[in-house]
């Protein structure tokens, strides 16, 4: 009798993080740019390896026609948004493990310069190190994306409290793997329009 296959390595759940209301930007970063940067940031994670991709809506209401969805793609709506990132993390998580996903890959819609190239190179690191645990760094500073494979799942959602997601728990993990992607990305995240925009 022949030996079984083994079985496919399950999917990272790409997660766009867009509840937030973008107090300092003026409007819900999910809207920005007339949706240019979620529909970015869904590409980015799809491009990348990610399937599905989940947008985690909050401040917009949870009607997903509130924002302009890219093809084939979820939404889900935080009902406790404003408690916090935590909230959201955690409804990530959940959503993840709902499908069956063995990593989870936290993107946040206000980074429009992160391209598929650096969540593919940051995924990769993940699934080929012991930890499961992988982030983006520019310039020696952590940034996003971070992908988290399901065994570190339940701790990050004990942890995580108000507006400290998932970095209460990876602040704590010396096996981080950090993944240099200076020569593809800024990382730069946006707080505020620009002027004359």
Known sequence: MPPAAPSAPRSCAGIVLAAGAGTRYGKPKALAENGAWLRAAVTALRAGGCDPVI???????????????????RSHWVADWASGLSATVRASLRAAAAIDSRYVAFLPVDI??????????????????????????FHATPGHPVVIENKH????????????GAGSYLGTRQDMVCVTCDDLATGADRDFPEVGA
């Open 112 to 137: 429009p310069d992160i391209g598929p190239d650096v969540v593919a190179r940051v995924l990769a690191a993940a699934r080929s190190s012991e930890s499961g645990l992988a982030r983006a760094v």
């Open 55 to 73: 947008v985690m809506l909050g401040a917009t209401g949870p009607d997903p026609e509130a924002v302009a969805l890219p093809p084939h793609t």
């Open 153 to 164: 799942w339940d701790a990050i959602s004990e942890l995580a409290v108000g507006d400290h």
